[in-house]
Structures are given as C-alpha cells and as structure tokens.
C-alpha cells in the first residue's frame, strides 16, 4: 500500500534508478532533493527583506512580492530576471535532479545527460541568490532615510540553492560510482519471489 501511495504521488521509479539501487545514502538523496525543495518554496515565499522608511513605516517582503511590485510597477526585464533565476531554473534544477534519482537508469545514459545539464543549471544556481541580493542592495539605497533588514527568508533561500549544489554533486558521485557496478549485481532482488 505504502509503496502504491509513492508511485502515485512520485511516479514509477526505474528499476536500475539510484533511488533503487543505491546506498542507504544514496537512497536519502530523495529526502535531501524534498527538503531543498520546501526550503525553496519557503524561501520564495518567506519574508525575505523589511523595508523601513522615514523611522515610522515598514514594509515586510517576500521574493513572490518583490515580483508582483516589479509586475505592478511594470519593471517587466527586471521581473523577468526575478522569475527566471528565483522560480524557473530552480524548479528546472529540482525536476532534473529528482529524475536523475529515481527515473532514469544509472547504466544508461539519460542520468549521464541530465547531470550535464544539471551542470549547467547549476552555474546559474547562484544567480538567484544574486538576484536577491541585488533587492536587498536596492532597497538599501533606494530612498532618503530608508533602512533595509535582511529576513530569514534570504537565509533560507539561501541554504536551499546551496543545498541542492552539494545534492548535484552527490547524484554525479552516486551514478559514477553505480555505473562501476556489473548491471546484473545493481538490480534488487524481486519482491514478489522471496528465496527461502
């Protein structure tokens, strides 16, 4: 039941996927992507920077705010840039990795592919921490008596694209040290055929 219940909610996992095969420390992996990933959505979402103006107001930020103000505002290059670095190569970065760990087969090919391409995500995973930074040195200067405060939303942005570097790079050991092993050996025993 249990394990009908994870392949509705993640999809069939591949026999020879590192989520299968794998060390128990390969195996948590899946755990670690699942984590960066909420820390992710906490972090776009999570008050990232307050604003103080004039010692009297003070307004409080997230990452989803600061693309609705620039939207409002219509800052639509810097919003895009906003988007792009803090949503989409995120999620890009998270899918590629959780397919690397439980979809493809580490003898093949297609893990061997993706890691490349997580590579080249993964130059631009600090970019979004960039990007975030730039909002917080913007909001820094942008007025007259005006006080910016770094929130624990930029931390927590923060430990999530440095989380999910350190994952990248613990996949790529996983799937080269799993491609040494002879395919035959890498596959678990069946389930449904217990010996003994």
């Known amino acids: ?59 409080t930020y997230a990452l989803v705010d600061f693309a609705i103000a620039l939207f409002k505002a219509e800052e639509w290059f810097i919003m895009a840039l906003v988007v792009l670095f803090a949503g989409v190569i995120p999620c890009l970065k998270f899918d590629q990795m959780y397919r690397v760990w439980r979809r493809y087969d580490v003898q093949g090919g297609e893990a061997e592919r993706t890691l490349k391409r997580i590579e080249v995500i993964s130059k631009w995973s600090m970019g979004d921490v960039f990007v975030v930074a730039i909002g917080v040195v913007i909001g820094k200067t942008s007025g007259f ?4 405060t770094v ?20 996949l790529k050991r996983s799937v080269q040290r799993l491609q040494t092993v002879e395919p035959d050996s890498v596959q678990p025993p069946d389930r449904e055929n217990p010996k003994g």
């Open 1 to 59: 039941m249990k394990e009908k219940i994870g392949t509705a909610l993640l999809g069939r996992g591949h026999r020879n996927s590192i989520s299968k095969v794998g060390s128990p420390r390969d195996k948590a992996l899946g755990h670690a992507i699942l984590l960066c990933f909420l820390l992710w959505i906490l972090g776009i979402t999570v008050p990232l920077m307050t604003v103080e103006k004039v010692f009297i107001f003070s307004d």
């Open 145 to 148: 008596l005006t006080n910016a």
């Open 151 to 170: 929130e624990p939303g930029f931390y927590i942005f923060t430990a999530s694209v440095l989380g999910s570097m350190v994952i990248s790079l613990l």
